[in-house]
């Protein structure tokens, strides 16, 4: 969960479907969990633009905490050397 006060936008943003080459922006200072987290709910926005704000929230928290409890991990040095940009698709 992000912090209170701290906007969404601090943590990542996506552009929507349509336009060519949709890209998903993600902080590269963000930790493990709130990395994995923002992934999965910028990749939701992305994939079901039509969810609301807390449908999303929900949908990335959960997925979130099974992938981590399954030991899933990002490189986020592998982020940081490819940049905060990833193409979508
Ligand atoms: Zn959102």
Do not use: F
């Not at 349509?18 to 993600?26: E, H, R, Y």
């Not at 990749?43 to 981590?68: D, F, G, I």
């Not at 490189?75 to 990833?86: C, H, N, R, V």
């Amino acid at each position: 969960m992000p912090s209170m006060g701290m906007s969404r936008y601090s943590y990542g943003e996506c552009d929507y479907p349509d336009v060519a080459k949709p890209q998903i922006w993600v902080n590269k200072n963000l930790d493990q969990k709130d990395m994995i987290n923002t992934i999965i709910h910028e990749v939701l926005h992305a994939v079901r633009p039509e969810l609301c704000e807390e449908s999303v929230e929900e949908t990335a928290n959960v997925l979130q905490e099974v992938l981590m409890k399954s030991g899933v991990t990002i490189s986020l040095d592998l982020i940081k050397k490819s940049g905060s940009k990833t193409n979508k698709s």
